[in-house]
């Protein structure tokens, strides 16, 4: 199975945190997304050394003011070579600290993963190997060929997991991507490519909340819908109906005067066969 997406540069995400100028680092993770911008307070320098001690390479943490003044959460990514031997971490009223890295890079595969080409539904496990001396794992899944990934779980020390492929955004280029790190040196496998089910608009009723129940009939409904491949709002494919009184109108925003009774109010958000529905009950007491 694939090792990487070749089409993107990997970086090293390096997180952690400075209290009163020390500076506590978590394992770092693998990631496609490049350097953060530096804004705000200054930044720590990081300094990658080989092994003779020489910088051949050289990146930046962002600091965040946490509570006070004096306790900062850091985060950037850097490019590390093969040949880094250590990282060294400095700035103002920072004590300067230099990690020594692993000779080498973990290593993981993926053991279990839909086929190549193949149509998933359903629930699926993924399974992956790594070695050596790997702190920590996390998947990651893609449906438009690796471009973008949503993590699916917190970073564990487990090796394996069932993904609900229903619940997860469709195409016909989805992925899964297993990261491990060792603590600063990361390794990345990709699936190979495979097809899932495009899913239906998600309808989302933000008001009235189910149960609601009133005095008088006039209801403020406000929703939307939501694209999961697209990662887009939808607001003009919207239809409100109750169970009572029927139709109800279009849109976020729709102001009603509902009948006396019990009422499931029922949004329905998409269109071209992707249409997901959600309700809400209102008693309205006349």
Known sequence: MATRNPSLPEYTRIVGR???????LRPATATYRPPDATAGPAPLTVDILNAASHVIGTGSLTRDPI????????????????DAARLRFSGDDVTT????????????????????????????????EVSPDVVESWLRYSCD?????????PRTTTTSTIVD????????SCCFGVSVTSGIRTATAVSPLFSVALKPCVALITS?????????????LIGNGWWREAAEVEEEALEWTSDRDGPLGSG??????????????TLRAGSRGRVGEASTRVTVRG
């Open 208 to 220: 009235p909340g189910d149960g609601t129940i009133i005095r008088t009939g006039r209801v403020d």
């Open 67 to 82: 509570a006070d003044s004096r306790s900062f959460d850091v985060r950037g990514s850097i490019v590390l070579p093969d």
């Open 145 to 153: 060929r690796g471009r973008t990934w949503m993590p699916l779980q």
């Open 165 to 172: 492929l229903n619940d997860l955004p469709g195409g016909s």
């Open 97 to 128: 600290v230099e990690q020594i890295l692993t000779p080498s890079s973990p290593t993981v595969r993926l053991t279990r993963a839909p086929a190549a080409g193949s149509r998933v539904e359903g629930r699926a496990r993924v399974a992956w």
């Open 252 to 265: 976020t925003y729709v102001v009603v005067d509902l009948s006396p009774g019990r009422h499931v109010i």
């Open 18 to 24: 400075l209290v009163d100028g020390e500076l506590t």
